[in-house]
């Protein structure tokens, strides 16, 4: 079979048609899907570590929300140790009747500083400074034993003993004590 010329250049444009569709297919049409495919998977290895953090910041609201109910008991607990109003009003005469308690007379108490709480929103810190001028000193020591664990919103920052001058079993006491109270 002897192909004419006319049908000679048919099969000749039709092979470079054909080339031309596969080489269009290969360019135009799976190249945009392959770099699409690879920026797809680029984006998806950097969006693993952001689904791990997620999945980290769902399990720390659940553990939060599992714990809500202990901590809302304990919030109440705390409030309901730290009485309404000033803490000029009740701390003072709450100490001074703590230590009558233990057979320590004299108290005075006074306010050194006064600061708002950075762990605890809604509370502040207030430092006190307590002078008993007469105590024993194992009344006292036992009176100290017994504020740390009578009232768990207070903490001694330090105290000082001088010993006295006249009677010499009596000493006078000096206390830095803080003390949790709301806003």
Known sequence: MKLNKDQTQKIALGALMMLGVVYSYFDF?????QQAREVANKNLDGLEPQIATANGQIAS???VEAKAPETTK???QVQGMIPEGSPVAWFPPKLSEFFKKHGIDKVNA?????LLEKDYPGYRRVS???????????PFSAAIAALENDEPLLQIQSFELEAGRDEAQMQRATLVINNLVRQ
């Not at 049409?29 to 899907?33: M, R």
């Not at 006074?110 to 006064?114: G, P």
């Not at 008993?132 to 194992?138: A, E, G, Q, Y």
């Open 74 to 76: 304990l919030l109440g």
């Open 61 to 63: 609201a659940k553990n």
């Open 29 to 33: 049409l799976l190249g945009p899907l």
């Open 110 to 114: 006074r306010v050194i500083s006064d």
């Open 128 to 138: 006190w400074g307590i002078d008993i001028p007469k105590v024993d000193f194992l």
